[in-house]
């Protein structure tokens, strides 16, 4: 017998997995982000940092699939802990300019063991880790580039 709601069963949906396992990934990270005192989400700004030394605000909106209203306060924590600066770009004031400080880049240092740590949490060969990376960029440069048509 066909079953015509068999689109609509969790277990046909591609969605569900990828959520499950982000979520799995979130908390993982959580343990060791914790001691950095820093949630995922500014972790992965500061990895941008850690990479760029300094960029404007839609760079990092960008880089980081994040709206401009996501971002602002994560840049407002990030800096009363001290790890960026934020100022207005001198030839356009609507321009906001993140640097990366010297206790930020000092952070990174701390910040060595998560990757390999996490990296550990899941018993993927290489050539697993490559193809599934592969595909989920493959999947957001898909959609970044349909957002800039």
């Known amino acids: 017998m066909d079953d015509k709601y068999a689109a ?6 591609l969605c569900f997995p990828l959520y499950a396992v982000s979520n799995m990934i979130t908390r993982k ?4 982000l914790d001691k ?17 030394k ?16 996501t971002v602002t306060p994560l840049l407002k924590k990030l800096e009363a802990k001290g790890y960026i600066e934020k100022t207005k770009d001198t030839s356009d004031e609507r321009n906001l300019v993140i640097t990366l400080t010297d206790a930020g880049e ?17 018993h993927l060969t290489q050539e697993e880790a490559l193809t599934l990376y592969q595909t989920l960029y ?11 048509q």
């Open 29 to 32: 990270y959580k343990h060791m």
């Open 8 to 13: 609509l069963r969790l277990k046909n949906q």
């Open 36 to 52: 950095l005192d820093l949630t995922y989400t500014q972790y992965i700004v500061m990895m941008v940092l850690w990479e760029e």
């Open 54 to 69: 300094k960029v404007n605000e839609k760079f990092l909106c960008e880089a980081l699939c994040l709206k401009s209203n």
């Open 106 to 122: 000092k952070l990174q240092d701390k910040a060595l063991c998560v990757p390999e740590t996490i990296a550990q949490e899941f």
């Open 138 to 148: 493959k999947m957001l440069d898909e959609e970044r580039a349909r957002e800039n």
